[in-house]
């Protein structure tokens, strides 16, 4: 069973940064893709979240079009925590960022099994 806590969300004016954080606790063997995905908020179902990042086997990395250039994942094993860094932020970055563990390559295309609750990323003009 793997457990995932987003943190670093929070409220910025465009063009800022942020830096969110996943800790990851657990361990499940299957478990070799970690990705970043994003909702409106109000919004709960699952198949509505928006793929942002995803970080695999070998530290291949892949990002949406519309964050590429913009955000950077990646992961300090050693810390057992996920990072996404977001640069340049927009008003249509505002969202729920849910960090995600799966199986696969790409956007984790065997599956995501787990997912953290959320954090908030409101982006002002």
């Known amino acids: 069973q793997v457990q995932l806590m987003e943190s670093g969300g929070g409220s910025v004016q465009a063009g800022g940064s942020l830096r969110l954080s996943c800790t990851i606790s657990?361990?499940?063997?299957?478990?070799?893709?970690m990705g970043w995905f994003r909702q409106a908020p109000g919004e709960e179902r699952e198949e509505e979240r928006e793929?942002?990042?995803?970080?695999?086997?070998?530290?291949?990395?892949i990002y949406a079009d519309s964050v590429k250039g913009r955000f950077t994942i990646s992961q300090d094993n050693a810390k057992n925590t996920l990072y996404l860094q977001m640069n340049s932020l927009k008003p249509e970055d505002t969202a729920v960022y849910y960090c995600?563990?799966?199986?696969?390559?790409?956007?984790?295309?065997?599956?995501?099994?787990?997912w953290g609750k959320g954090t908030l990323v409101t982006i002002s003009n």
């Open positions: 657990g361990y499940n063997a299957d478990t070799d893709c």
């Open positions: 995600a563990a799966g199986r696969g390559g790409g956007w984790c295309d065997y599956g995501i099994d787990y």
């Open positions: 793929e942002v990042a995803a970080i695999g086997n070998f530290g291949r990395t």
